[in-house]
């Protein structure tokens, strides 16, 4: 089993909502990121938790916060998002480590209005 | 940021031919490289990584590693107009990273 599952799948909020996108993995996997990818653009990366502690942080805005809770569950809470943070946003897990295979969600479409 | 330079493509081919796709990547301690398939409007889809050099098949596809001139490529046998995708270059240069190139938009043209 290699899923990873985002909820949810699409989102649209105003500049003044909060809200939070869910991501969960079963494969015992204790590396979860987050990405976020504009129209024909790569992924970026935002943030990497590993072993539960957050390990990388891309120097994103602080209107997105990432939370893990445990080591099968990554959130990533917005506030105050601006309509260019419209995006498709995907989280990953893999194991930890510098050769490992890292496998997608579907990502949640997110729209600021 | 670490750089990873792939052609932008378009790159079209006919079915039934290679299609080749390349990749460069700029930091020397980078251990392990993979390569995504992307659907518009999907997520990336993994389908092969490669830790050593030389050349790694499975199935259709080929990929290739050359640490010295920090080179890795793609090749696809037997394209298929199912294979026309963006293909993502992504490299991982230490622990937990994983950083992508701008893609290359293949099309295979029936």
């Known amino acids: 089993d290699t899923e990873v599952t985002q909820t949810p799948k699409h989102l649209v909020m105003g500049m003044t909502n909060k809200k939070s996108l869910k991501c969960e993995q079963h494969m015992g996997h204790r590396a979860m990121y987050w990405y976020k990818q504009k129209a024909k653009k790569p992924p970026e990366l935002m943030f990497v938790y590993s072993y539960e502690k957050l390990s990388i942080n891309e120097s994103v805005p602080s209107r997105f916060s990432p939370e893990c809770p445990n080591s099968s569950l990554l959130n990533l809470h917005l506030h105050a998002l601006q309509p260019e943070d419209s995006a498709l946003y995907l989280c990953a897990s893999s194991q930890p480590g510098d050769v490992t295979e890292a496998f997608f969600g579907q990502g949640t479409r997110l729209t600021v209005v | 940021q670490k750089e990873v330079e792939q052609n932008s493509g378009p790159l079209s081919v006919p079915e039934g031919a290679i299609a080749s796709l390349n990749c460069t990547y700029s930091?020397?301690?980078?251990?392990?490289f993979f390569w995504y398939r992307q659907y518009s409007g999907k997520s990336p889809e993994l389908i092969m990584f490669i830790y050593s050099n030389g050349d790694k098949e499975d199935g259709r596809f080929t990929a290739q590693l050359n640490k010295a001139s920090q080179y890795v490529s793609l090749l696809i046998r037997d394209s298929q107009p199912s294979d026309s995708a963006t293909y993502l270059c992504a490299v991982r240069a230490g622990a937990n990273n994983l950083f992508f190139g701008t893609g290359t938009r293949l099309t295979v043209i029936p």
């Open positions: 930091d020397r301690g980078s251990q392990s």
